[in-house]
C-alpha cells in the first residue's frame, strides 16, 4: 500500500452533539473515543469522519512532517496557487512561507515529507481515502433519508473535490490534454494491503470527477439543510461542480450548476465586504470555516500571512496587488478599499515602488488569533455564470450578470463590450466582453480562488514586471521559468518521492512529472 493513502477518520475526527443540532452551532472538539465498527452503521455515527474530514480542512500542519506555517489545508493551496500568477505580489521572502510556491521553487522538493509536492498530495489523497469509506457504507447506512443523503453525498463531493484538485496540481489543464497521465485513482476503502494504483489518464481521472460530483449533488438536492457552514450542501456541491464544468469548457453546465448554486445565498456589499473578509456569516459566503480561538494556527494560519498591522507573516512578506490590475477599478468602486495605494510598505527602504498593499483580510481578533476562512462566494458563481454565457454567445445575458454584480461596486461602471477573444498573455488587452469579466474576476476573487487555476484553464501565459508596470520585485519575477507558454509544465507539481516508495504500480523514471518546464 502506498504510504500516503492513510486515514483520518478517528485521529482528526471531531464530534457532533447529534445530527439535527442547530446550524451554526458545530461542536468541533477533537475525539478519539469512537469505535471504527460503529462509525457508518447510521446517519448520527457517520457524522464523526464526516466533521473529521471538515475539520482536517483548516487544520495546520496534519498533512506534513515540517513547513507546517504553510500548510493549513483548503486556504492555504488557494493562497499557494494565488501568489503562482500575476496579480498576487509578495514584497519579498520574508520567513519564506509561500515564497518558494511564488517563485516556482518547490518541484525539486519532492523527496521531502515537509514541502508543497507531499503537503498537498497528502492531503487530497487522505480526504479520498476517508470519502471512499462513507461512500462504502451508501447501501447500508440507517437513518433518515435526508441524513443518510447528508453524509453520502457530501462524500460523493469531497471525492470530486480532491481529485479535481489533485489533477489541476499535478497534470495540465483538462481541455487538449485529455490523454496525458493524471494521478493514481482510489474509489474503494484502502486497507493495510490495498495495492497503489498506476496514473490514470486526465480524461480517466475528469469521468470520475464528473460521475461523483453528479452523485453527490443528486443526493444532496434531497438532503436536510447545511447544518454548518463548513458543510458541503446542495448549494456548494453545485458550486464546486460549476468549477468542473468552466475548467472542461462545458458552458452549458458551468452556466446551470452555477446558476442553481447561487440560489441560497446573494450578492455581498460593501459591509460584507470591507470588514476584513474574516467572517463566514455574511448574506455571500457559501461556504468556509469557523476558526475558533482553541483551535486557532495562530502563526500558521491564513490571516497571520496576509495582515500586515500587527506582528506576523505578513508584516515581514507583504501581500500586495498588482498596479496594472489595481487601476482597472473606477475611483468609486468599493473595492479600492481592500488595497492601500498610499501605504508605506509599497516602497521598500532602498525606494523601489512595489504594487499596493493589500488590507481585504485582516483578523477578526488578533489577541484570539481568530478570523474565519472564506471558501466560496456568491459572487464566484456570478462570474462563472457571466463567462458561461458569454462563451455561448450570450452577451446580453453575460453583460446583465455582470452589471448585476457591478451595481454593488462601483455606481459608474458601464459595459457595452462583446466578444470573447483573449490575448496570448494575460496582460495583452483585447477589450472582449470575456476579457472584462475575467478582469472583474480577477479582482473580486484576489487572494481567494488560486490565480493560477483560472491562468492555466484559460490557456493563457503570464510575465511579472517591476516597477515600470505590475510592481513585482525583482526576487520574484521567476525570469528563468516559462510562464509566457501555456503548455508549460513551469506550474505542474512533482510526484512526492513517498509516492513512488510506496507504490509499485508507478516506475518514477516514466511517471514522475517533468523537473523543468517540459516544453
Known amino acids: 500500500m502506498k504510504k500516503l493513502y492513510s486515514i483520518l477518520i478517528i485521529t482528526l475526527a471531531v464530534a457532533v452533539t447529534t445530527v439535527s443540532c442547530s446550524k451554526d452551532a458545530l461542536e468541533t472538539s477533537p475525539t478519539t473515543a469512537v469505535s471504527g465498527d460503529g462509525l457508518f452503521t447510521n446517519a448520527t455515527a457517520a457524522m464523526v469522519p464526516l466533521n473529521g474530514i471538515y475539520r482536517s480542512m483548516y487544520t495546520p500542519g496534519w498533512s506534513t512532517t515540517g513547513n507546517t506555517h504553510q500548510c493549513f489545508g483548503i486556504t492555504a493551496y488557494n493562497l499557494m496557487a494565488d501568489v503562482m500568477g500575476e496579480d498576487h505580489i509578495m514584497s519579498g521572502q520574508g520567513s519564506g512561507w509561500f515564497w518558494y510556491d511564488c517563485t516556482y521553487n518547490v518541484k525539486s522538493r519532492y523527496t521531502s515529507g515537509a514541502w508543497r509536492p507531499y503537503d498537498l498530495w497528502s492531503a487530497y489523497y487522505k480526504w479520498v481515502a476517508n470519502a471512499n469509506y462513507i461512500i462504502a457504507a451508501e447501501e447500508t447506512m440507517e437513518g433518515l433519508p435526508s441524513d443518510v443523503n447528508y453524509v453520502i453525498g457530501a462524500g460523493y463531493v469531497i471525492r470530486a473535490y480532491s481529485y479535481f484538485m489533485l489533477i489541476q496540481s499535478f497534470a495540465r489543464t483538462y481541455k487538449g490534454h485529455e490523454s496525458d497521465p493524471g494521478v493514481p485513482l482510489y474509489t474503494e476503502p484502502s486497507a493495510a494491503g490495498t495495492e497503489g494504483q498506476p496514473r490514470a489518464t486526465v480524461q480517466q481521472v475528469y469521468d470520475q470527477i464528473v460521475a461523483d460530483i453528479d452523485k453527490g449533488v443528486a443526493l444532496l438536492k434531497d438532503a436536510k439543510p447545511q447544518m454548518h457552514k463548513s458543510h458541503i450542501d446542495y448549494y456548494v456541491a453545485q458550486g464546486i461542480a460549476a468549477r468542473i464544468y468552466l475548467t472542461m469548457e462545458n ?34 459566503v457559501m461556504w468556509g470555516a469557523e476558526i475558533i480561538a482553541d483551535q486557532s494556527g495562530i502563526y500558521a494560519s491564513f490571516l497571520m500571512h496576509m495582515d500586515c498591522k500587527s506582528p506576523g507573516y505578513g508584516n515581514t512578506a507583504f501581500k500586495q496587488i498588482n498596479k496594472q490590475l489595481y487601476a482597472k477599478m473606477g475611483p468609486n ?145 521567476i525570469t528563468g521559468r516559462n510562464t509566457q507558454n501555456p503548455e508549460s509544465y513551469a506550474w505542474v507539481l512533482t510526484i512526492p518521492q513517498a509516492e513512488f516508495d510506496g507504490n509499485k504500480n508507478l516506475d518514477q523514471s516514466v511517471d514522475q512529472n517533468p523537473m523543468d518546464d517540459g516544453v
Not at 452556466?255 to 448574506?283: C, H, Q, Y
Not at 481578533?365 to 456570478?382: A, F, P, V
Not at 445575458?397 to 477573444?421: E, F, I
Open 251 to 284: 458552458w452549458t453546465k458551468a452556466r446551470d450548476a452555477a446558476a442553481e448554486a447561487r440560489k441560497n445565498s446573494s450578492i455581498g456589499d460593501k459591509a460584507d465586504l470591507t470588514a476584513g473578509m474574516n467572517s463566514r456569516t455574511p448574506k455571500n
Open 333 to 477: 468602486d468599493v473595492r479600492t478599499d481592500w488595497w492601500d495605494p498610499t501605504h508605506p510598505n509599497n516602497i521598500t527602504d532602498k525606494g523601489v515602488e512595489l504594487g499596493y498593499q493589500q488590507l481585504k483580510f485582516r483578523w477578526l481578533d488578533k489577541s484570539l488569533y481568530t478570523g474565519d476562512y472564506i471558501w466560496m462566494r456568491n459572487e464566484e458563481m456570478l462570474l462563472t455564470q457571466a463567462e458561461a454565457e458569454c462563451r455561448l454567445g450570450n452577451d446580453q445575458a453575460a453583460r446583465d450578470l455582470l452589471m448585476q454584480l457591478m451595481a454593488k461596486r462601483d455606481p459608474d461602471y458601464t459595459v457595452n463590450k462583446s466578444g470573447t477573444a483573449l490575448g496570448a498573455l494575460t496582460s495583452d488587452e483585447t477589450g472582449s466582453l470575456l476579457e472584462e469579466i475575467l478582469i472583474q474576476r480577477r479582482i473580486e476573487l484576489w487572494g481567494e480562488y488560486g490565480r493560477i487555476y483560472d491562468i492555466r484553464r484559460l490557456k493563457q501565459g503570464f510575465t511579472r514586471t517591476g516597477t515600470d508596470g505590475m510592481g513585482w520585485p525583482t526576487a520574484a519575477l
